[in-house]
Structures are given as C-alpha cells and as structure tokens.
C-alpha cells in the first residue's frame, strides 16, 4: 500500500483545511483509516481514525472541530480541519491499518510521507 496525502499549509487560526489521502496499490480492503500528527519534539498522536463501516474515533483535541470521512470505493480519506489553533501545527500523517489484499490480509500499520500545516496566530 502506498499512500499519499496532501492538502495541508499555512492557515492563520481560526481557519479551516482539507487533508485528503489516496491509498493506491492491489487493495481488496481496507479496515482503518485515519490521521496522526507530530509536532515538533513531540510524540506522533492519534488525531483521528474511520473504519471501513464508518465508525470514527478523534482525539479530544480534534472533537467539534475536525471530521474524519472515506471514500471505500476510493480507497481515500478525509480530514476536514475547522477551527484551527496554533497548537494544531503539525506534520500530519496519513495511516492505513489492516489492509486485504484479496483473501490475504496484513495486520500492519502503513504510513504516507505526511503533509505539514501550520496555524499562524
């Protein structure tokens, strides 16, 4: 699985931003998709994650002002960021978790390259 998002910037607070990803490669399924972030000399967070039945789970930092969504049929997700603080500036990673390939599926966690947004005050 490859994965490749794009949509983050610069933002001043108070704004809004569209992360999307595209997950590519002989995909069957998906189980999980979703975002992580890491800011500088942090630790890489949950922000938020989907599953392929559309149950979605966000950090508390991300409840009332982000949403997750997919695309199955796509093979994408979506992060859509409103509200943005300062604190919200971050490389952002998109993430696939269990991923069938047909009848074979791999319980391991695939990564993107990450796309930055910074929130200016």
């Known amino acids: 699985v490859q994965l490749q998002a794009s949509g983050g910037g610069l933002v001043q607070a108070g704004g809004s931003l569209r992360l999307s990803c595209a997950a590519s490669?002989?995909?069957?399924?998906?189980?999980?998709m979703g975002w992580y972030r890491q800011a500088p000399g942090k630790q890489r967070e949950l922000v938020a994650a989907?599953?392929?039945?559309?149950?979605?789970n966000y950090a508390d930092s991300a409840k009332g002002r982000f949403t997750i969504s997919r695309d199955n049929a796509k093979n994408m997700v979506y992060l859509q960021m409103n509200s943005l603080k300062p604190e919200d500036t971050a490389v952002y990673y998109c993430?696939?978790?269990?991923?069938?390939?047909?009848?074979?599926?791999?319980?391991?966690?695939?990564w993107g390259p990450g796309t930055l947004v910074t929130v200016s005050s």
């Open positions: 490669g002989s995909i069957y399924s998906i189980d999980t």
């Open positions: 993430n696939a978790y269990l991923v069938c390939y047909g009848s074979i599926c791999t319980a391991d966690d695939f």
């Open positions: 989907v599953t392929s039945r559309g149950i979605a």
